[in-house]
């Protein structure tokens, strides 16, 4: 395992990544000699602190010998290397110009029987050259390096999507056409909730709190931020915050209204213990200078109540119908967000159409009989979740399909934006034999071909600015909306202007 840390690496992260890292796990690092860390001895004592406590065989790599001697002063393993064969090579080099007959032997020695015709070759590609740099020194050119715009189109095809067993489709389709599978998977949803507490569940009680904001910036939260206590108990707010900053050495505060959640940090069901008491410190999750740095939080203003587990109630038969139908409906409502969940596979695009998603219950599990006595009513369903999928090479495939039925003279087709992918399911339909019809929109990236070069820009370029100066040769240049960067350079150095032979200036596009 290699880690390379910049000059401009911040101490926590070094910190934070070597904290990281697997016990007994065997490890180079390399860190650049300009950092700030060299300057402090203490804080390579806390490096090396971390890695004695975690056991971590660490070796610093470095070419610098001052690091190195840094290292060795710390008892930190360390690997130097060398750069020896640049100086072999500027050795070589200067033998060659000045002390050609050394070089010669040391040739000798080193190739044997084929160092005359290597020497001689070399030679004359080094008079070759003198040649053409004495030839560069008296007649100037101009190298323009040019990248071009990028710009987007947007394309919109009704695909056919087709069963992927029905081999027979794409060769009478008149359409393009994209296979789709099925796949499926098993859910489980286990919930517990309060017998006398049914009607609770849908209106959750709200209570208030007070953020103090300590830094020297300004937040906005939108609803449903999640504020966490020390334990783990989670409450979320209602409606968006402006959080002012620390001012004249005030921290910013704002009260607002937040309502608990349905489980806690470990997914358990929370109940009576979102009965949290007055001046409980709470902190926002999800950011970084509230969760890990401290420097803004939240108290409660009052005892939060509302729930108590102390009383035994009858499950009545309406308790077992009422939680049976919020079961289904829960699968029914959530379907589709169940399967974008469960579905991680990178190389496959779920489909969520209307009715390409949908369940099959296994079971309900509530055991629990009518007029037992318990506070609590535990339910588990069971249910398998169906649904399509596409490959996304076929997609990909698709679309370069309608791209190369409709070939541009002037643009150049470089890549799709497979993240800008909509279908739009609304507009949809679906054939016989289970074949849908659905507009899909995906935008492909392109710019102007400079190898047909069908407006001749790049001779109107030529034209233009020959024997012109070069900032005015670049002006010119990037008017054109077809390159949106220019690098110009002319040799010999002393040139200021272009070379008035068109032969002498050469464009190049850079490729993608």
Request: proline residues 4%; hydrophobic residues 40%.
């Amino acid at each position: 395992m290699k880690l390379f840390f910049f000059a401009d690496d911040s101490l926590y992260k070094i910190f934070k990544t070597l904290e990281k890292i697997p016990r007994w796990k065997e490890v180079e690092i390399s860190i650049e000699p300009t950092h700030s860390l060299f300057d402090n001895e203490r804080r390579w004592k806390q490096i090396k602190e971390i890695i004695d406590k975690r056991s971590i065989k660490a070796t610093f790599s470095t070419q610098n010998e001052k690091c190195k001697n840094f290292f060795e002063k710390i008892w930190l393993q360390t690997n130097y290397v060398e750069k020896n064969k640049i100086l072999k090579a500027l050795k070589m080099l200067y033998l060659f110009i000045f002390n050609i007959k050394k070089f010669h032997l040391d040739s000798k020695w080193k190739w044997k029987k084929y160092w005359i015709f290597l020497i001689f070759g070399f030679e004359i590609l080094f008079t070759l050259w003198i040649i053409y740099l004495i030839y560069s020194l008296v007649v100037p050119n101009a190298k323009i390096t040019i990248n071009p715009s990028q710009n987007t189109e947007t394309i919109i095809y009704n695909f056919r999507y087709y069963p992927a067993q029905n081999t027979q489709y794409p060769q009478y389709a008149k359409h393009i056409s994209i296979p789709y599978y099925t796949g499926s998977f098993q859910y489980k949803y286990d919930l517990s909730i309060n017998t006398a507490n049914i009607k609770y569940l849908q209106n959750p009680s709200i209570w208030e709190i007070k953020i103090f904001n300590t830094t020297n910036d300004s937040f906005t939260f939108i609803p449903n931020t999640r504020f966490i206590t020390d334990d783990g108990r989670l409450f979320q707010t209602t409606n968006y915050v402006e959080l002012p900053a620390w001012y004249n050495w005030v921290a910013g505060e704002k009260i607002i209204r937040v309502k608990a959640m349905e489980q806690d940090d470990n997914w358990i069901v929370m109940w009576s213990r979102w009965n949290i008491p007055s001046w409980t410190k709470l902190y926002i999750k999800n950011l970084k200078q509230s969760f890990f740095l401290k420097e803004i939080y939240a108290v409660a203003m009052q005892d939060f109540t509302g729930w108590s587990l102390e009383s035994e109630w009858e499950i009545s038969g309406q308790d077992i119908e009422i939680l049976s139908w919020k079961l289904v409906n829960y699968i029914e409502q959530q379907k589709k967000n169940i399967a974008i969940q469960n579905f991680s596979d990178k190389q496959w695009i779920l489909l969520t159409f209307s009715d390409t998603i949908n369940y099959d219950i296994k079971s309900i599990d509530i055991p629990y009989q009518i007029w037992e006595k318990s506070s609590l009513i535990n339910w588990t369903i069971t249910a398998d979740i169906n649904f399509i999928y596409i490959k996304r090479n076929d997609l990909v495939s698709a679309f370069s399909e309608y791209i190369n039925q409709r070939p541009s003279e002037k643009s150049k087709f470089i890549s799709i934006d497979q993240n800008s992918l909509v279908f739009f399911e609304d507009d949809g339909s679906i054939d016989n034999e289970w074949i849908y019809v659905v507009p899909t929109k995906i935008q492909i990236i392109q710019w102007y071909d400079f190898s047909k070069d069908i407006n001749w820009i790049l001779d109107e370029i030529k034209d233009h600015i020959v024997w012109a100066d070069k900032e005015d040769a670049r002006v010119y240049t990037l008017k054109y909306p077809e390159i949106s960067s220019v690098k110009l350079k002319v040799s010999p150095r002393w040139y200021s202007n272009i070379p008035k032979l068109k032969s002498r200036i050469k464009i190049i596009v850079n490729p993608l």
